[in-house]
């Protein structure tokens, strides 16, 4: 039976959804699954290529590309390395350019990392950050204003203020207490971004924050300024206030996390390909070293996704696509893949939760050779058609590094080459 | 309550020691019912009395006593026959009935007996005997280490404390002193010069992410490791393990104790070892006996009153140790009994009349009580603690009226961050709330936020693995990569720092140095 699809995608974070995208532009038919949105809802809707390189992780990184000249040099099977780092350079040109034609330009490129003002106030590395972000560059000293809203839990403009203040910026805070917030019972990101997206909600809010602006040359808002236009919300606020604006990400769900999921799923549409969320991917069929389909769970029964070639992007340990056992093994779920990872559990963590270094687990994951392909003890491939992409791999603790969404696109976008060549060659 | 002027001293928050660190069980005695009938003796008449003055603090969820494959059917005669003389109601209930109310209790159970066991809520607990003490007149310190004691020939005079928030001396003189340090009244003690046998008894728990059994299950058997799962609100707690320390303070939780729990779990439970583990912890039994002795099971459970005076010709200071928490009431009327000797006065105990504050409404607490409270003041938009139902309302309350000095001690006042997430979402939430209230220096609440972080770390390292492991590494990804709170300006060490489960001297764990 010929498949269906070309190429199975599974997780729909930022490295399945870029693999989706590539492949579906080399002309593949794509399908992505998925159980839920990935850990984009999750983040901070930046692109942290490196943040923090391992030989210094007190200092943040000021230029990516000499310090993953350096990390790809030391560390061959880095997934850095894997990809090049032109392949990093090409990959995120090309997020960058889906970004921009949909009206939401991410701002940055490899010689520089942002400093941009985290939620807490503590100066946040960043190699690209969307146009509502870029104000709150902290490598400028003019005076901030960061502002709160009375009822929302998740952002608290005085610690960000005074921790800014703490390190040499000057910024105040202000709390709004919207008489149009009063009656809601609930204020999460997502409301307020909801909220935001209405004119009068945003004269309200002006109007509010007029008499407080002071001294202030830019003012800090939570990552709330709209979830479909917040370019167009952004100007608007600068315009009535006559002040820079910028966004501070939040705690999940992010709301420019939402963005850049919506942007990019629409881009494996408009690329010809479809995304299936609440679909969970539970085990996969393999004859002559090939994967010949992924199941699916539902109504009780299994549904075999076929495909030329597969892409596993499910995530690693915080996607669940590698689960750690009560008697300390590391398991890939769906087919059962090899995980590279220390040898026994009590090797697995640190005695400090916000140890510089790592804990050890957090960089198990899958070997794969140079094509992505997950390999064996010998080095030698499992399966010629299964590409792995995103936090799957192993090699290094992203989160540690601030590299989650530059080894994300990265991987992504070579994997979504790489099943698309896999394809091509399958079908001569 | 009984007029004398006191003050007390605590190390740390209340609840510190062990009080904080055990399983939640309000004990019927049934456990003690064999081997040691004066504690069983004991348990059931305090048990009566706490569910009368903190019914509050109790949920009256009943115990079982069960037979499995793996106990000796000659212990049930026993045991039926000790509680009927301790005084225990006890009642078997057919494996059939038990099933129905337990559907996850192993169907190979022969025998099912049926005590007044409970649940009881030691932080809420300790904090309506403080609030009680200080409506009386009391002076509650926390945060004050006793540094040394302060002696004038045969007779101790005073204390000097460390206050470990302000980093000062504070010196106290007392007519009498009363050291009901716990597993630490052997080190108090030594400070007056006498010499008090503690054996620090550790016990592991460990904590199930949800209700496994809605009722206590012991083994009915002798104590020993791992023979009882306690329900206490919103998770389920297997204990314990019993090893001689030498230290109260420094002890490492060892992998093969936490494997130890799940495997005797998994006898009452199958299935226990594939659902979704949350922390661990560990507490030392203030264990009293004259003599050494090698296995700390064999010692009693029941308590002591050294009266130093009589046993070391050493005026003004008595010891209360031994004991279980469910017999704490009963230690301090005895303890305050031979304090009125003491001072030639007669004035009799209340304490096992009056109620505590917060029991007015005279009912127990229920699983559902903190969500019908939620859907009630529909509060459901003001959740800073989702997992626990803790409100914005409730940690304002406990940042201003409470003595709270680190985001633990709101922990302890509104069960913030004990739930799955451990901290994930409501850490930054109480920290943004406190700085916004006290506007401290900034640096001050990013240790907090720290120091919490830390804390709740404490307790998963043991135990870390499956969906907790992939929640904590959302965790990570918060406070790591979206907040990038390991680079907050200001000192990293603190004094109100977590003690970790760790021998003193530092880790030995078979892990990467730090």
């Known amino acids: ?428 | 309550m009984r007029g004398f002027d006191a003050i007390l001293v605590e190390k740390r928050d209340l609840t510190h020691g062990t009080t904080g660190r055990y399983h939640g069980l309000l004990h019927s005695g049934g456990r003690y019912a064999v081997k040691d009938p004066q504690a069983a003796v004991e348990c059931i008449e305090e048990n009566r009395i706490l569910r009368r003055i903190m019914p509050h603090c109790i949920e009256d969820t009943g115990g079982f006593f069960v037979v499995t494959p793996w106990d000796d059917p000659d212990y049930v005669p026993r045991f039926v026959d000790g509680c009927r003389r301790a005084g225990i109601p006890v009642e078997e209930v057919p494996v059939d009935q038990m099933l129905r109310e337990e559907p996850l209790l192993n169907p190979h159970i022969s025998h099912c007996f049926r005590v007044p066991d409970a649940a009881a809520d030691s932080f809420l607990a300790t904090e309506a005997n403080a609030e009680s003490a200080r409506q009386h007149g009391a002076r509650i310190w926390t945060y004050h280490e006793v540094t040394r004691l302060v002696r004038q020939g045969d007779h101790v005079v005073g204390a000097v404390c460390h206050d470990l928030v302000k980093d000062e001396e504070v010196h106290i003189h007392a007519d009498l002193l009363v050291n009901a340090a716990g597993a630490w009244a052997g080190q108090i003690a030594a400070m007056a010069g006498v010499e008090v046998n503690i054996i620090p008894g550790k016990g592991v728990m460990v904590a199930m992410a949800h209700r496994v059994v809605n009722t206590v299950v012991n083994r009915c058997k002798l104590p020993s490791d791992g023979d009882i799962i306690v329900p206490i609100h919103t998770v389920a707690v297997i204990g314990t393990t019993d090893v001689k320390v030498s230290d109260p303070e420094h002890f490492p939780i060892e992998p093969w104790e936490i494997a130890l729990m799940l495997a005797e779990g998994e006898k009452l439970v199958p299935g226990l070892k594939q659902m979704r583990v949350l922390r661990a912890w560990a507490g030392v039994r203030p264990l009293y006996q004259e003599t050494v002795v090698a296995d700390t099971r064999d010692v009693t459970r029941a308590y002591t009153l050294l009266d130093h005076e009589t046993r070391d010709g050493l005026r003004g200071l008595i010891t209360i140790t031994g004991g279980k928490w469910t017999t704490y009431r009963q230690m301090a009327q005895v303890t305050v009994d031979r304090v009125c000797e003491k001072f030639g006065v007669e004035r009799h105990c209340r304490t096992h009349e009056e109620p505590l504050p917060g029991a007015e409404r005279a009912e127990y607490h229920w699983l559902g009580a903190p969500l019908a409270r939620v859907e009630r003041e529909r509060a459901y938009g003001r959740l800073v603690c989702e997992c626990e139902l803790a409100t914005e309302e409730d940690v304002i309350r406990a940042i201003t009226e409470g003595q709270a000095r680190t985001i633990d001690d709101i922990r302890r006042d509104v069960r913030l961050g004990m739930g799955p997430c451990q901290g994930g979402f409501c850490t930054y939430r109480a920290a943004g709330i406190w700085h916004a209230l006290r506007r401290p220096r900034v640096t001050e609440t990013n240790v907090a936020l720290r120091d919490f972080l830390q804390e709740r770390w404490k307790g998963l390292l043991p135990v870390l693995h499956g969906q907790q492991l992939r929640q904590e590494r959302l965790d990570e990804l918060i406070y790591l990569s979206v907040l990038n709170a390991d680079h907050l300006p200001g000192p990293t060490v603190s004094p109100l720092a977590p003690v970790m489960y760790e021998p003193a001297g530092g880790t030995q764990r078979d892990g990467p140095s730090t």
């Not at chain 1, 209405?198 to 004269?203: G, I, K, M, S, V």
């Not at chain 1, 069929?285 to 029964?301: L, P, Y």
């Open chain 1, 1 to 428: 039976m010929r498949p269906r699809v070309d190429v199975l995608v599974i997780g729909a974070g930022l490295a399945g959804l870029m693999a989706a995208w590539q492949a579906a532009v080399a002309g593949c038919r794509v399908r992505v699954i998925t159980r839920g949105p990935g850990a984009l809802f999750w983040h901070a809707g930046c692109v942290d290529v490196l943040g923090y390189a391992a030989q210094d992780t007190e200092r943040p990184v000021a230029a990516p590309r000499d310090a993953l000249l350096h990390l790809v040099n030391a560390n061959p099977a880095h997934p850095y390395a894997r990809v090049g780092l032109e392949g990093v350079e090409t990959a995120l040109s090309a997020l960058q350019q889906v970004c921009e034609a949909a009206g939401y330009p991410l701002r940055g490129d490899l010689s520089h990392n942002w400093l941009l003002p985290s939620a807490v106030g503590a100066f946040r590395p960043t190699c690209l950050a969307p146009e509502t972000m870029v104000s709150g560059d902290l490598a400028r000293r003019d005076p901030l204003l960061i502002v709160g809203f009375e009822g929302m839990l998740d952002f608290y403009p005085e610690l960000v203020a005074d921790n800014l203040a703490e390190q040499e910026r000057p910024a105040r805070s202000v709390r709004l207490d919207l008489p149009s917030l009063r009656e809601r019972r609930q204020l999460t990101p997502v409301t307020l971004a909801q909220l935001f997206e209405a004119p009068e909600f945003r004269r309200q809010v002006a109007e509010a924050l007029r008499p407080k602006l002071g001294r202030a040359a830019r003012v800090g808002f939570p990552a709330v300024l709209g979830v479909h236009r917040p370019l167009e919300v952004k100007q608007d606020l600068e315009a009535k206030l006559g002040r820079e604006v910028f966004e501070i990400p939040t705690l999940p769900p992010s709301v420019p996390g939402m963005r850049l999921y919506t942007i990019l799923v629409e881009a494996v549409r408009q690329a010809g390909g479809d995304v299936f969320t609440g679909m969970e991917a539970v085990r996969a069929e393999a004859e002559n070293g090939r994967v010949q389909a992924v199941f699916t769970e539902a109504a009780a029964r299994l549904n075999p996704h076929r495909a030329h070639a597969f892409v596993l992007a499910t995530g690693g340990l915080l996607g669940g696509g590698i689960v750690a056992d009560a008697d300390g093994h590391l398991r890939e779920v769906i087919l059962g893949l090899p995980v590279q990872g220390p040898e026994s559990q009590t090797k697995w963590f640190r005695q400090e939760f916000l140890a510089s270094e790592d804990h050890p687990v957090y960089a198990a994951g899958v070997a794969v050779d140079e094509r992505f392909r997950p390999v064996g003890a010998k080095g030698v491939p499992l399966y010629t058609n299964l590409f792995v992409a995103g936090m799957t791999l192993a090699g290094d603790d992203v989160i540690r590094r601030r590299a989650l969404d530059g080894v994300a696109v990265a991987t992504g976008y070579a994997v979504g080459q790489h099943a698309a060549r896999s394809v091509q060659e399958a079908m001569r």
